[in-house]
Every structure is written in structure tokens, then in C-alpha cells.
């Protein structure tokens, strides 16, 4: 299948381009894509610069080029517009629509999204991730009460990627739990976390999966065995059902799922916007 | 001013449509809107209370409200757009002739984007956080050589969430290194810095700002006053412009544009994709 290249151009970052570009892509899955980001294409020798590589693409490929551009310059945007047939204009598309509904002229000014940031959501995020990285694996169990939201599950289960992007993404303070034996033995919650209940979430993980990942760590000793992971696995997720905590399995799906899963189960919001 | 309600629907996490949205809604700086997020909007059912949430908003409120939705399947956006005026199709509107441009047709299938992630993708972006977190602030400068950017800075100029970010966000095993007092004495960089000069990052920051934050940290002490600040600052960027380290001030702007403009500077790609 020919390879089609895919330019993401945008005034700031290209956060905006790219999630909504790679989210259209993936409706494509037999479709080859080569990627090229441009971000930071706010002045118009940065765009002449990006006119040059779409229109070096446009001669040099077997097929044309796509573009996926934000540009909130309309002088910019027109000039990519003019150089390629198949650019798609994302915000440009919606902002005129907009104005007439909301009847108020936009502000066209750039990358106020990821921009400039006010200090209170700022102070907000930072406390947040602050909290979450001396919260990590069961450091600090008294601090709890401050929490957000506490995750639960064996080592390895994805409890600290998943906190740090619940602090990053929804500036929440994230605690994490490990679970292990001597609590499925109990059967019980320790008296900590017994204290937060309404806080608690469970993640719990294919063994097969999960021995795989503790190997990747530590290549011997039965911390990775299947055996072992079989016992705490079906422990934490015999003590979540025991104890009514819900909970998620996170084998096949990334992060950004789990994190928004968690954010509306537990009927959370972001802390600030 | 009337507050008009902004609801953000999508069939998984409602990432795409948020980011979207708010980066089109930041266009209007004067508007006062209301944001209700409604993910995982899958079925008839979820369709059915995403529905009756809206006409409850049209009844009740001043100004009809607007829908920024991300759905791939086309019987369940028909019913949103069904039901209010100001539906937002910031999916479909693309999908339809990008069919065309590509002359294929595209899967229709949910959430794609935030959903399954193969295995290499999920180790590359789980070994670069757990590298990230063991390399963060001057922990184990021995194992720099595996590192794909390193932030120096004064402490609390930034570099930890951003590491974080470039971590979770690239895929990058982001090391980053605490300049202190010794450092701006010898003038000079330490020798396992030395080693890895075309890694390396400044972040610097207004003493102001950082007295601040420092002040919020630990209340009193030399550590957070203006001329101790204003001290290691001028230290940091006197190093930076001796070593011809690039450097950024991250005093106004958010984590996504700091971590945009290094991946940017220091010409580094997303590690998988």
C-alpha cells in the first residue's frame, strides 16, 4: 500500500492537531501513514517553511500529502490552504459556526489552550502532582485523607502511571496502594484505607500479562512466576469484590482510558480548568 | 453575561472532544460556559441519558446549550444531533471526505485512539516513565546515558513535571539534574553532566515566581527568599549561556508547551506512536 505522509501543523504545541488527527487516522487501520509534526508555526517565515516540506512531499510521494492543521492566523492558514488539496482545517472548520451561535467574534488570538496558564490552575496542578508522587506506593498512609482518590492492586498492576496521569490530565491528588499478601491473607483492608473507603479503586491485571511485566523488571525469583501472580491477582480481586471497591482490569487498555474510567466512576472532575 | 452549558460527548474518553473544544472555546474569552463532560456514550441507553441531559439544559436554561461531540457511530451521533441545534460534529465533519481523499472506507470503530494499545507501545511509554521517576532530581546520574533529554534547572523551576509529562506524553526517558550552589561556584558542569552535553536543557525561571512557589513549599528559611532566588537564577542562566545549553523560561507557560517547545528544540520524535 502506498505510504501517505500526514503533516500536523499548528500555531503552538500541535497537541490539538495531533489528538484529533492520530484519532481520525485510526479509523484508517489499513491505511500506511508517515507522520510529520509542526508545531510552533506562528509567524509566516515558519509557514513558508512548512509550505516548502508539504509542497517537497507533494512532488516526491507516490500519493499527496494530508495536512491536519489548528492555525488560528487566517493569513497562515490560507497559506497552507493554497500549497496542498487535502488539508483539513480543524478549528478553522467550527470557528465560524461558533461566532454565529455564540454570536460574539472570536478572539483568533494563538494557542491560548495550552498557553499561558493562570496561577490558581497552575498552583492547583502542581499540588496536585506533588501529592501524588509522595503518595506513591503506599508512602505517607496518614496523608490519605487529603486524597482525591486512592488506587488499589498488586505491584505492577499500572497504579503509578495511571496516578501520575490523574494528577497531570485532571489535577487530582492520586494515592496508590500496594496490595499484598499479608492483606489477602487478612482478607480484610488495613485500618488506613478502611478509613477512606468511598476514595477506593481497584485495578486489577491479566497474571499472564502481569508476570510478563514483573520478568521485564527482574528477570528471576518467584515475584514474577505465573504461579505468584495468579495468587495475588485473584487475592486483590477476591478483597475488592469482599469489600465492594470497584474496580477495572487494565491488561489492553492505556492510561488515558483507565484514568477517564476511574474519573467517571468514582464521579470525579477535573480540579481545575 | 448568560452562561451557556457546554457539553462534551464521546464514545470513550472524551479526550479528543475536549481538547478540541476547549481549545476552540478559549477563542472566546468573554463567554462564560458551563462544561459538562459525558464520556463512554457507547450504547442507545448512554445515548438516551446524554439526550435527556441536553433537552434538560435547553428547557432550563437562558441560552441553548452547545455540543462538541467525537462519535463514530453514526446511529448514536444522529440522536445527539437530533435533539439541540448546536451539535458540534468535530468527528464526522472530517471523516467523510477524508473517505474520499484516501478512497478507502474508514472502520467506524470506537475509540481507537485512547483504546487498545499494542504491547511495544505500552513498555516503550511504561520503561520511559519508570526510567523517568528513578532519574528524577539528580537520582542515579550514572545512568544518564540511556536518557533522551536532561533538564537541568534550579529546584522548582519545573523540571519534574515535565520530565513526567515528556514521559508519558513522548514515550522519552526524561532525566533531569538539580543545579545547585557547588555548580555556580566551579562555574562549570559537573562531570557526569560534561558527559552528556547534546542531552542537556536548561529551564530557568523569574525569581519572583519561584520565591513564590518555594514560600508555598517549606514557609521559612533562606531557601525561598527573593535574593537566595535571585541568586541560583542568575547562576543557572550564567551556566547555560558559559556551556551553550538552549534554555527555556517556564515561568507563564504550561507543562504541554514547555515539554512542546524541547521535543521541538532538541529535534526529538515521539519514541513510538
Redesign the interface.
Known sequence: MTK?RVFFISD?????AE??G???L??????DFE?V?I??VDNPAAAARAVAEIERASRDDDAPP?VFS?L?DDAIQNTITACCP?V?D??G???G??EE??D?K????M???????DTTT??R??NA??YT?SHDDGLKPNGLDEADIVLLGVSRSGK??TC??LA?HYYLKAANYPLAEEDFDRSRLPPTLAKCRDKLYGLTIVPEHLSR?RH?RRASGNYASLAQCRREVSGAEALFRTENIPYLDST??????I???IV?DMKL?RAA?
Open positions: 501517505r503552538r504545541t500541535g497537541i490539538t489528538t484529533l492520530e484519532s481520525l485510526t479509523q484508517f487501520p489499513s491505511a507522520r509534526h508545531p510552533f494530508l489548528t488560528t487535502n483539513f480543524l478549528f472548520t467550527f470557528i459556526p461558533l451561535v455564540l460574539i472570536s478572539s483568533h488570538s494557542g491560548r489552550m495550552h498557553g499561558i496558564v497552575y498552583d496542578r502542581l502532582l506533588n508522587l503509578t502511571p501520575l496521569y497531570l511485566i521485564e489492553t487498555i492505556s492510561i488515558e482510558e484514568a477517564a474510567t467517571r472532575h480548568h
